[in-house]
């Protein structure tokens, strides 16, 4: 945290969405370092085997919490928690103070897994073989322990997280921001949101919206380089708590996420 440049203020609660409990491992060393500066918690989505993988339900249950609080937070999440961030951001903005998005692409779809899926219906490859080439791509080259370890990770988070996509289909959600104060993080070389993807969030931000891209680190840049994005969080953060939230309004639960 030495080179960490921490930036007092008194914190509206800062809420980590997850998606997927084998990939959350990840976000760790960056929840460490914040829980030194702000008050941190993780709302978790465990996805059962007979349910249907349904972002909506997501973002209902997402609502119920988030309705018991005294006041709105700061929303975060990586790859496709951020993107339960942004839907639920969109629908109900009177709940949430700022929302910080991880590794989302304009197309805030176009995650780890559509990238996989598209892969396997289009080669001829087993699915070890495809997870194998995600590894190298999502965390560079890795040592044959270490890579098998990944390798079973993501094949888990394929098994159990919830996801808008499969061999069947690979889905989409609509492009855009939100009416929350916005911050966009990724990585130079992530092949999954590639930085001409971020760039593209400069047609969507408002005033006082950030774009941050990291040197490296790929599209899990947060876990190798967790105070990098920790500072850029705690200014963020410390800027929207100055800005004046949205009113409540009376607005009805999703039934779609377009």
Do not use: N
Not at 15 to 42: A, E, F, K, N
Not at 53 to 78: K, N, R, T
Not at 214 to 241: N, V
Request: charged letters at 20%; glycine letters at 6%; aromatic letters at 10%.
């Amino acid at each position: 945290m030495d080179s960490c440049v921490k930036v007092p203020f008194k914190a509206t609660q800062v809420l980590w969405l997850s998606l997927s409990s084998h990939l959350h491992q990840l976000d760790r060393p960056l929840l460490r370092g914040l829980s030194q500066s702000v008050t941190i918690s993780t709302w978790q989505y465990c996805q059962g085997p007979d349910e249907p993988g349904s972002l909506a339900e997501a973002v209902v249950l997402l609502d119920d919490y988030l309705c018991s609080l005294s006041q709105p937070v700061h929303l975060v999440g990586h790859g496709m928690s951020g993107v339960l961030g942004l839907i639920y951001a969109r629908f109900f903005p009177e709940q949430v103070k700022s929302l910080s998005l991880l590794s989302v692409g304009v197309q805030p779809a176009a995650d780890w897994q559509a990238h996989y899926y598209t892969r396997r219906q289009v080669l001829p490859c087993s699915q070890a073989l495809v997870l194998a080439q995600m590894v190298r791509e999502l965390f560079g080259t890795q040592k044959l322990a270490v890579s098998k370890w990944l390798q079973a990770l993501l094949k888990q988070d394929l098994e159990d997280s919830l996801s808008p996509h499969s061999l069947w289909k690979i889905d989409s959600i609509p492009a855009g921001g939100c009416d929350v104060p916005l911050l966009v993080a990724g990585s130079r070389d992530d092949t999954v949101v590639t930085v001409d993807a971020l760039k593209e969030w400069t047609k969507w931000l408002k005033e006082g919206d950030r774009l941050w891209v990291c040197p490296r680190g790929r599209h899990f840049f947060h876990r190798f380089y967790p105070q990098s994005i920790e500072t850029e969080l705690l200014q963020f953060w410390s800027a929207a708590e100055r800005q004046t939230p949205l009113r409540r309004s009376a607005f009805a639960r999703p039934r779609s996420l377009l």
